[in-house]
C-alpha cells in the first residue's frame, strides 16, 4: 500500500442528473472507505460538459450528499474553475510532443473498427476543426483494483491516442480527471464499474501529467482504485430515475442508506434503519470493510 501519503479520496459527480441509487452507491463507498482510514473526502463537481448539465444539478447534489450525511472536509472543487490549469497542462504537452491534433471524424474511426488508430499523429495538423489527442506511450494495459482484483483491459482501448481537448474546445473526461487527481492530490478513488476500462488510460496518463503540474517537486504517485459494483435493472440496463432505482429522497434518507449499505455487503443490522442518519454513518465508518464489497462488476436489484 502507501504508508507514506495520507488518504485523501473524493466523490467527482457530473452535473448532468440528480443523484440516483447507483452514485449514492458510489458516494458511500469512497466516504466510508476514507473515514474508516482517518483520511480526507473531497467532493468535486465534473462541470466541463455544459451541453450536458442539468440546471440545478450541481445544488442538488451536494444538498443530497448533506441529508445523507457525507459531508466533505475541503471546499468543493468545481472543474469549471480549472480551465487555465487544464491549458496549461496541454501547452505544456504540445512543447514536450506528447499530443497532436486530429481531425478525424467519428464515422472515420467507426468505419476503422471503431478504434482511432493513429492516423492523424505525424500530419503536423493545424488547430482548425481539430481535436487533441495524446500520445499514449505507456499503454498500461491491466492493473490491480482494489476490489476486483487483477483487472484486465481491453488492449486496443487501453493503447488507443485519446482525446485531451474536444473539436467543440471543451475540456475532455480523460484530462481533467486525471489533472485534478493529481491537482487535489488523491490517493485513492472509490468509484464505479462503469470507469474499469478506462482506469488503464488514466494510468498510462498520469506520470505524463504528474511532472506538469508544479504543485510539488515530490515524485506523485498514481492514486490506488477499487471500483464497486454496478446496480442494474433486472433486465441489464444502468440505473436511471425511472426504473427500478430506490428512490433518494432528501427528507427521508434512511431507507436508501440502508440499501446502499447492503448492496456494498456491508450486512447492516435491520434495526439501524430505524436510527438516525448521523447515527448509520458512524455504525458504516465503524464496520466498514472494503473486503466486504462483493466482487462482481454489476448486481442487478430486484
Ligand atoms: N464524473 C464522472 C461521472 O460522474 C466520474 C469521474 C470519476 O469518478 O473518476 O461518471
Ligand atoms: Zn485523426
Same mark, same amino acid.
Given at each position: 500500500m502507501r504508508p507514506q501519503t495520507p488518504y485523501r479520496g473524493r466523490f467527482a459527480p457530473s452535473p448532468s442528473g440528480y443523484l440516483h441509487f447507483g452514485s449514492l452507491i458510489t458516494a458511500l463507498a469512497s466516504f466510508l472507505d476514507a473515514k474508516k482510514n482517518n483520511g480526507t473526502w473531497l467532493v468535486r463537481i465534473e462541470d466541463i460538459d455544459p451541453p450536458r448539465e442539468k440546471k440545478g444539478a450541481s445544488d442538488h447534489i451536494l444538498k443530497t450528499l448533506e441529508a445523507f450525511g457525507l459531508h466533505w472536509d475541503e471546499s468543493i472543487l468545481f472543474q469549471s474553475n480549472q480551465s487555465d490549469y487544464y491549458h496549461h497542462l496541454i501547452e505544456q504537452l504540445f512543447n514536450e510532443h506528447h499530443c497532436y491534433y486530429c481531425r478525424c471524424t467519428r464515422a472515420q474511426i467507426k468505419a476503422l473498427g +471503431? @478504434?482511432?488508430? +493513429?492516423?492523424?499523429?505525424?500530419?503536423?495538423? %493545424?488547430? %482548425?476543426?481539430s481535436a487533441i489527442r495524446v @500520445?499514449?506511450?505507456?499503454? @498500461?494495459?491491466q492493473y490491480q483494483d482494489l476490489i476486483q482484483g487483477k483487472v484486465q483491459c481491453d488492449q486496443s482501448l487501453a493503447k488507443e491516442d485519446f482525446i485531451i481537448l474536444r473539436k467543440d474546445g471543451l475540456f475532455a473526461y480523460q484530462l481533467a480527471v486525471v489533472a485534478d487527481d493529481i491537482y487535489q492530490e488523491i490517493s485513492h478513488v472509490i468509484r464505479g464499474c462503469d470507469l474499469l476500462e478506462p482506469t488503464a488510460r488514466q494510468l498510462s496518463f498520469y506520470p505524463l501529467l504528474a511532472n506538469k503540474s508544479s504543485k510539488t517537486t515530490q515524485q506523485i504517485q498514481a492514486p490506488l482504485f477499487g471500483h464497486v459494483p454496478l446496480a442494474v435493472t433486472e433486465q441489464g440496463y444502468k440505473l436511471s430515475k425511472q426504473n427500478k432505482a430506490p428512490a433518494i429522497e432528501n427528507n427521508n434518507p434512511q431507507p436508501a442508506l440502508y440499501a446502499a449499505l447492503q448492496f456494498l455487503g456491508q450486512q447492516p443490522p435491520p434495526e439501524l434503519q430505524y436510527l438516525n442518519v448521523d447515527e448509520i454513518i458512524q455504525w458504516a465508518i465503524i464496520h466498514w470493510q472494503l473486503e466486504s464489497v462483493p466482487k462482481k462488476r454489476e448486481i442487478q436489484l430486484t
Open positions: +471503431g @478504434i482511432y488508430q +493513429g492516423h492523424c499523429r505525424d500530419l503536423k495538423l %493545424e488547430k %482548425e476543426n @500520445i499514449n506511450q505507456q499503454s @498500461i494495459v
